[in-house]
């Protein structure tokens, strides 16, 4: 299992699972749904699915009634992330519009460069903006311009919380995708004490949480445990808005 603290990307990530020849995938980056009910995967983040509900939730919140367009990137990642909302946002009480220009909310998803191109426009125009990129530490640079109030759901946040099953309360890291692949290596080495000969069917059982939240497979190994957070830019920096967003 790679400790980089860097996410893999979801083609090599299905490559891998489909090449697997029997192993374990210990999946610290791919969100896309098919990839996560890949056999012998076992992921610890979020899918992709809740992505947008997360950001949809926290536009109901701040705007009720609004109205929101999506822009989302080709893709199955962003097709998953598009659905998810669109299933609920009659529930979480938006309306989706098609032009954003009519929008009260214009959220994005998609690779980093895509949304920033897409976001950097609408800065200033006084609607709510969210993405998944403006969830990086670097957004400001990456976007150059100010993202004042703009939202991004996140898998994890820097701070302390209550004390988990695995592994220390607190870890010194500012980036999500580190927190990442610090958890997947814990959860990897509990299943192997459990399970050494087949640390899979100890994954399928095992609901425990880390520093980064919890952790649940459900019966098509989709992450169902862990919980989405979501951050806004104020002052340049990301504050906890919402946790278990979604």
């Known amino acids: 299992m790679?400790?980089?603290?860097?996410?893999?990307?979801?083609?090599?990530?299905?490559?891998?699972?489909?090449?697997?020849?029997?192993?374990?995938?210990?999946n610290h980056g791919a969100a896309a749904d098919d990839v996560q009910r890949l056999p012998g995967v076992v992921s610890v983040a979020t899918p992709a699915s809740r992505y947008l509900v997360a950001l949809g939730r926290v536009v109901a919140e701040l705007r009720p009634g609004a109205t929101a367009a999506l822009i989302t990137a080709p893709g199955r990642l962003a097709c998953f992330a598009r659905e998810g909302l669109e299933r609920e946002a009659g529930s979480l009480g938006i309306a989706l519009v098609s032009d954003p220009a009519e929008a009260e909310a214009v959220l994005v998803c998609g690779p980093l460069q895509w949304e920033c191109k897409r976001l950097r426009p609408l800065i200033g125009s006084g609607k709510l903006l969210g993405g998944l990129s403006p969830g990086l530490a670097a957004f400001p640079e990456l976007l150059g311009a100010d993202p004042e109030g703009v939202l991004a759901p996140v898998q994890w946040h820097p701070g302390p919380g209550p004390a988990p099953e695995l592994g220390p309360a607190f870890v010194p890291l500012e980036d999500y995708i580190a927190a990442q692949t610090y958890a997947a290596a814990l959860i990897?080495?509990?299943?192997?004490?459990?399970?050494?000969?087949?640390?899979l069917a100890a994954a399928r059982d095992l609901r425990t949480t880390t520093f980064f939240?919890?952790?649940?497979?459900?019966?098509?190994?989709?992450?169902?445990?862990?919980?989405?957070?979501?951050?806004r830019w104020r002052s340049g920096r990301r504050e906890l808005l919402l946790s278990d967003a979604a």
């Open 188 to 199: 990897a080495d509990r299943c192997l004490e459990l399970n050494q000969p087949d640390p």
């Open 213 to 231: 939240g919890a952790f649940e497979l459900d019966a098509s190994a989709l992450q169902v445990g862990h919980r989405l957070s979501v951050v």
């Open 2 to 26: 790679s400790l980089r603290a860097r996410p893999l990307r979801e083609r090599p990530s299905r490559e891998v699972a489909e090449a697997r020849a029997g192993s374990v995938v210990w």
